[in-house]
């Protein structure tokens, strides 16, 4: 069984850059479809972005399209998101999830049920 534990998050000022980490212990991590995402205070937690095996396909939501970056290094069992042009708005708990049905798939779903392995989460705070 795959674990995820993610680390990069933290306090920033508005217009600002943090990375975040997740990586993957266990089997299985360079198949995996992997995504991001994010949930706010008395919010539902809501897809940010994801990326196939085959890193040339990303899918991202629209509100951090141009910002935020995904990445993911299979050698590392790492996935990346790279954070820039933060606004106050991006203030949530990260997520680092893994779809494990959709193994060795280049499509990238968004909805929470969907994913079957999550981490524990990182605190992005983005001060105004």
């Known amino acids: 069984q795959v674990q995820l534990v993610e680390s990069g998050g933290g306090l920033v000022q508005a217009g600002g850059s943090l990375r975040l980490s997740c990586v993957a212990s266990?089997?299985?991590?360079?198949?995996?479809?992997m995504a991001w995402f994010r949930q706010a205070p008395g919010l539902e937690r809501e897809f940010v972005a994801g990326?196939?095996?085959?890193?040339?396909?990303?899918r991202y939501t629209d509100s951090v399209k141009g910002r935020f970056t995904i990445s993911r290094d299979n050698a590392k069992n790492t996935v990346y998101l790279q954070m820039n042009s933060l606004k106050p708005e991006d203030t949530a708990v990260y997520y680092c999830?893994?779809?494990?049905?959709?193994?060795?798939?280049?499509?990238?779903?968004?909805?929470?049920?969907?994913?079957?392995?999550w981490g524990q989460g990182t605190q992005v705070t983005v001060s105004s």
């Open positions: 999830a893994a779809d494990t049905s959709m193994n060795y798939a280049n499509r990238v779903r968004t909805a929470v049920y969907e994913y079957d392995i």
């Open positions: 266990g089997r299985g991590f360079s198949g995996y479809v």
């Open positions: 990326i196939g095996w085959r890193r040339a396909v990303t």
